[in-house]
């Protein structure tokens, strides 16, 4: 259920972006202060606002509920 709405909410209120660890823009992530999650490991999620700030992030796959949550306060 809880991947079924995170879907859903990706599809409706985000604009979602996957990036490749041997992509330049992946080293322009590692090296951002704001993302030092992403050193610990992957997966990393990132819920950037429009303007591009940091709103939410965590490496916790399982964190869907939080994801979701996120996704739809910063589309209210």
Same mark, same amino acid.
């Given at each position: 259920? +809880?991947?079924?709405? +995170?879907?859903q909410a990706?599809?409706?209120?985000?604009?979602?972006?996957?990036?490749?660890?041997? %992509?330049p %823009?992946?080293?322009?992530?590692?090296?951002?202060?704001?993302?030092?999650? &992403?050193?610990?490991?992957?997966?990393?999620?990132?819920?950037?606002?429009?303007?591009?700030?940091l709103?939410?992030?965590?490496?916790?796959?399982?964190?869907?509920?939080?994801?979701?949550?996120? &996704?739809?306060? &910063?589309?209210?």
């Amino acid at each position: 259920m +809880l991947n079924a709405e +995170l879907n859903q909410a990706l599809r409706e209120k985000a604009i979602a972006v996957k990036l490749v660890d041997k %992509e330049p %823009e992946f080293e322009a992530f590692r090296e951002n202060a704001a993302h030092r999650q &992403l050193k610990i490991g992957l997966p990393y999620f990132a819920i950037l606002t429009a303007d591009g700030q940091l709103s939410w992030s965590g490496t916790d796959y399982k964190a869907a509920q939080k994801m979701v949550a996120e &996704l739809t306060k &910063l589309a209210i």
